[in-house]
Nanobody
Framework: QLRLVESGGGLVQSGGSLRLSCTAS????????IAWFRQAPGKEREPVSC?????????TYADSVKDRFTISRDNAKNTVYLQMNTLKPEDTAVYFC????????????????????WGPGTQVTVSS
């Protein structure tokens, strides 16, 4: 059974950077597309970015993070990364990584119900 754990969150000033990691155990990550979601206080969880499992490396981003965030994967390390640059206070949230069924292909409109495995989340706080 696939298990996911996020790391790399923390407190950063506006304009700063963080790199989140999503590390898998129990199964090989290369079979799965992986998405990052986030949930800010009082708001619903929203998709941030997604990367496919296939070698084409297709990725998607929410408009709010495009050109600031970069998703990547290192299958040898069973890890997916989210590099977050030029952070803004509105990026403050708990960030989750999630995996769907192995045949899933990122659409840019990722829905929570398509994802079966979730990490516990990591807090990102951006101060103004």
């Amino acid at each position: 059974q696939l298990r996911l754990v996020e790391s790399g969150g923390g407190l950063v000033q506006s304009g700063g950077s963080l790199r989140l990691s999503c590390t898998a155990s129990g199964s090989t990550l290369r079979r799965y597309a992986i998405a990052w979601f986030r949930q800010a206080p009082g708001k619903e969880r929203e998709p941030v970015s997604c990367i496919v499992s296939s070698s084409d490396g297709f990725t998607t981003y929410a408009d709010s993070v495009k050109d600031r965030f970069t998703i990547s994967r290192d299958n040898a390390k069973n890890t997916v990364y989210l590099q977050m640059n030029t952070l803004k206070p509105e990026d403050t949230a708990v960030y989750f990584c999630a995996a769907p069924d192995p045949m899933y292909y990122c659409s840019g409109n990722e829905m929570e119900h398509d994802f079966n495995s979730w990490g516990p989340g990591t807090q990102v706080t951006v101060s103004s």
